[in-house]
């Protein structure tokens, strides 16, 4: 029904070009079912967006059905267009909502009594008719949440899109199934931007919103002009393949060079050696970590088990996890990061209040010290995997030696208990903080007494001390041209520690940074952790350093 | 004002679908387009209102239709009823 050329503008990142489907998600469930409103004109207001929604994705269905098996099947989509049309029902909902019900539970109301209607009519063929009306219920009810089913499955791979994607969303996601990502809000620091460079796959950020009726559609995204065709024109297309097929000879050509250096030490025209890492999210991606030649992992992500699940993953299966990567890295070091989540990265099942401020809330570190039986399961967990390879623990959001020692504790506690069980462990595992808040910075001298490494993670580090919101598009920018707070803060961490004799790696953002990779060396950092798909040219970067 | 008195013939009686077809003509007409069956009377113009008559083969259907364009009305409305509400030669 949409069917001329659509342009949508946004903020690319990675700079590939890919076609396919679009298919949009919505938001995550809200799991409070209301029935009980605040407001009778915001529940009139998304009940009128409801019906429309719902009402645009059944021409759609319409239209699907028409082409698929004739006019004759899809009449019955027409129908559920006009019962979502009807006057009767309509006025029964808003009856309802104005009698205080909120917008689903008065749908649910009306459309009972037009089920009871029609069954007590007592005819078996417009009996029938009564599971339209359902349908019916279904879809509005659907629409007011922001969850209507995937009707139509897309096969094979799509492009995502979506208002925005929540961490546990991505994590859930099947991602090889994924072309591309679109959201209509974001930044290039966002969680969406993150995943989309962890996985190599361009995408677009900050797009504003898109008709839903576009589901489903054909177009060609370009990350590096940061541009969207929807139902693109054949000159369009024409224009698009043309700069592809280029961009993909320059790439090819670019990783055979890269790929020559891939099993050589990555090392600066003065000396200095620096351990490419890979930071990964899951199992899954070990295998690409090794075949781009990670020497280690610099950042696990330990999340990703904690937010496949609906309940509290057990010690066990916690271990049988972190064992297997820690065999498949045969004997490469594995930095295991402790449980990260916060008001802004929750976890269904574990009950977290909602805060004004997250990023300034209890998260991180301070969340597991408060949360003892979780977190020494999980030490625990990660204590035995160390046997099987070269693991080490690391602890996120750190801003006072306090933490540390509170942490150490815990963890020689763990050992004490391995140990009485005689299950073995390496009881001289590393320990390692993440510096991500500028106190940790500030009192690195301190930490460095504490801890065998550092990492820094430049994500939260650059949003604590410039104050920016990296999810806030109107001044995320202002992290870009502003490097030098954050590298002083690395610079001054680096020193410390390499007088403990220790080591400090980089494991955000920055580290893929090529173009800071050069005062990244000078400071003095040992590693770059990177995501899989930034590895190999890293490390083509640290060889070309003075 | 119009009438008109149609019977049902399709062995389904006024399913969805002719009921359907029948509140979308009735829609695109200003006069009021009164439908009564038995004891029950609907709005023709709405859908809900038309599949609750319950009507099934054999029953009248009385069209009573009042408004400017109601001679137009009778006239779209009676041959949708023949088209969709006649014999059923499936």
């Not at chain 1, 993953?313 to 004997?331: C, N, Q, V």
């Not at chain 1, 104050?467 to 806030?472: G, L």
């Amino acid at each position: 029904m949409i069917n001329k050329s659509t342009l949508v503008q946004g903020i690319g990142i990675t700079n590939k070009r890919v076609s396919g489907r679009l298919r949009f998600i919505n938001k995550e469930k809200s799991t409070d079912k209301k029935s009980t409103i605040y407001n009778v004109g915001t529940e009139l207001l998304r009940l009128d967006e409801a019906i429309k929604r719902a009402k645009g994705k059944v021409w759609e269905l319409e239209k699907r059905a028409r082409e698929l098996v004739g006019g004759n099947e899809a009449q019955i989509f027409e129908i559920h267009a006009m019962l979502l049309e009807d006057e009767d029902l309509n006025e029964l909902i808003i009856a309802e909502i104005k009698k205080g019900k909120s917008a689903e539970e008065a749908t649910r109301l009306a459309t009972k009594h037009y089920e009871r209607v029609i069954l007590e009519l007592g005819d078996e063929y417009l009996s029938g008719r009564a599971s339209d009306i359902r349908d019916i219920c279904t879809q509005i009810i659907d629409a007011l949440s922001g969850n209507e089913k995937d009707s139509e499955q897309i096969d094979g791979q799509y492009i995502l899109v979506a208002e925005d994607l929540t961490p546990s969303q991505t994590v859930l996601l099947d991602k090889s199934k994924i072309l591309a990502i679109v959201t209509f809000g974001g930044t290039p620091s966002s969680h969406t931007a993150i995943l989309a460079r962890s996985m190599g796959i361009p995408a677009l950020v900050g797009t504003g919103k898109i008709d839903y009726l576009l589901n489903g559609s054909y177009a060609l995204l370009d990350g590096a002009e940061g541009t969207l065709i929807i139902n693109p024109s054949e000159t369009q297309a024409e224009d698009f393949e043309k700069k592809r097929a280029k961009e993909n000879k320059i790439a090819t050509e670019h990783e055979r060079y890269l790929r020559s250096l891939m099993n050589k030490p990555a090392v600066t025209g003065s000396g200095h050696k620096i351990m490419i890492y890979a930071n990964i999210g899951s199992e899954n991606e070990i295998s690409g970590a090794l075949s781009n030649g990670a020497e280690g992992i610099g950042l696990l992500r330990s999340e990703f088990l904690y937010l496949e699940k609906n309940s509290l993953p057990s010690e066990e299966e916690l271990f049988s996890t972190y064992r297997d990567i820690a065999i498949k890295m045969g004997g490469r070091r594995v930095i295991v990061r402790t449980l990260d989540i916060g008001a802004d990265k929750q976890i269904p099942y574990i009950d977290m209040k909602k805060e004004e401020n997250p990023a300034l809330g209890l998260r991180g570190i301070r969340l597991c010290l408060g949360s003892r039986d979780m977190f020494k399961s999980q030490i625990r967990a990660i204590l035995r995997a160390s046997h099987y390879g070269r693991v080490a623990i690391m602890i996120p959001m750190v801003i006072s030696v306090r933490e540390v020692i509170a942490f150490k504790e815990l963890l020689e506690e763990c050992k004490r208990e391995l140990s009485k069980k005689g299950i073995p462990h390496d009881s001289k595992i590393e320990i390692g903080i993440m510096i991500e808040t500028p106190a940790s910075a500030i009192i690195s001298d301190k930490l460095a007494k504490e801890v065998d490494f550092f990492s820094v993670g430049t994500n939260d580090l650059t949003q604590y001390t410039l104050a920016v919101d990296r999810q806030n598009s109107s001044v995320s920018g202002l992290c870009e041209e502003n490097h030098e707070p954050i590298l002083r803060l690395i610079e001054m961490a680096s020193r410390e520690i390499h007088k403990q004799g220790g080591w400090i790696g980089v494991c955000g953002e920055m580290a893929a940074d090529l173009s800071l990779t050069e005062e990244l060396a000078r400071i003095g950092v040992d590693e770059l952790s990177v995501s899989v798909p930034y590895l190999l040219g890293v490390r083509g970067k640290v060889s070309e350093c003075k | 004002m119009q009438e008109f008195t149609f019977t049902i013939k399709d062995k389904n009686g006024l399913h969805a679908r002719p009921a359907g077809a029948i509140s979308s003509v009735a829609k695109t007409y200003q006069s009021t387009i009164e439908i009564k069956c038995g004891e029950k009377t609907a709005d023709g113009k709405r859908l809900l209102s038309v599949m609750s008559l319950g009507a099934v083969a054999g029953q009248e259907l009385h069209f009573i239709i009042e408004g400017k364009d109601e001679e137009n009305a009778r006239e779209a409305l009676f041959t949708i009823c023949k088209e969709k509400l006649g014999e059923n030669d499936k």
